[in-house]
């Protein structure tokens, strides 16, 4: 089954710290790893796609990666405004396959 | 130019009424898709629609969902006969072509069955 998982749940950062998210994905034929930000309330906004096991994207504080089985968001020196749920998801045939996000907050 | 735009926002209705959200896609787009958001879960896929193609409706969770997409554009869900489990945050996303390309997300429809 189509699967993807997202570590930690919950992530609370002083400003300035940097950290990693996490994204575990067991897609069948997978023909895109995509990032979305979700502030509350909102639609989520799309950041990243990824495309090839290798690839690496950049914008602002944040770096996407992906390997054959993960993809990580890396976020250097977050922001109070980084603060959000930041949804990772696979593109398999007619759909995004979405994990449950991990809801980050930076404290200044 | 504009984004995807639903409509309502917020919708508060009783158990057993019939509801209808509407999504308008970013123009030109012409894929459309519908999720379901609940609480302390993933998205989850319900439909998509690709151009004048038949629609994927794999993911519609009962035979009370129903959608269409009138001229390529507009889209609207139906909810018949609604029940409490179907209080969710109902989202849209449109895309350039389908088939991998980026979806772009609307505001969501924030449903409450009382």
């Known amino acids: 089954e189509d699967q993807v998982t997202q570590s930690p749940e919950a992530l609370r950062l002083q400003e300035g710290e940097s950290s990693s998210l996490n994204c575990s994905y067991t897609v069948s034929g997978l023909r895109g790893l995509f990032w979305y930000r979700q502030d509350p309330g909102k639609g989520p906004e799309f950041l990243f796609t990824l495309y090839s096991a290798g690839e690496e994207k950049e914008k602002e504080r944040l770096k996407a990666t992906l390997t054959k089985k993960e993809s990580f968001l890396h976020i250097t020196a977050p922001k109070p405004e980084d603060s959000a749920t930041y949804l990772c998801a696979g593109y398999n045939t007619d759909k995004l396959i979405f994990g449950t996000g991990t809801r980050l907050q930076v404290f200044p | 130019g504009a984004g995807v735009s639903q409509s309502p926002s917020n919708k508060v209705t009783e158990k057993g009424k019939d509801v209808e959200l509407r999504c308008d896609p970013i123009?030109?787009?012409?894929?459309l898709y519908w999720y379901r958001q609940s609480l302390g879960q993933g998205l989850e896929f319900l439909i998509y629609?690709?151009?004048?193609?038949?629609?994927?409706k794999s993911g519609l969770p009962s035979d009370r969902f129903s959608a269409e997409r009138t001229g390529g554009s507009v889209s609207t869900l139906t909810i018949q006969r609604t029940q409490q489990e179907d209080s969710a945050v109902y989202l849209c996303?449109?895309?350039?072509?389908?088939?991998?390309?980026?979806?772009?997300f609307g505001p969501g429809t924030r449903l409450l069955v009382l």
């Open positions: 123009s030109g787009h012409t894929a």
């Open positions: 996303a449109s895309s350039s072509m389908g088939g991998g390309e980026t979806q772009y």
């Open positions: 629609f690709q151009g004048n193609s038949a629609p994927d």
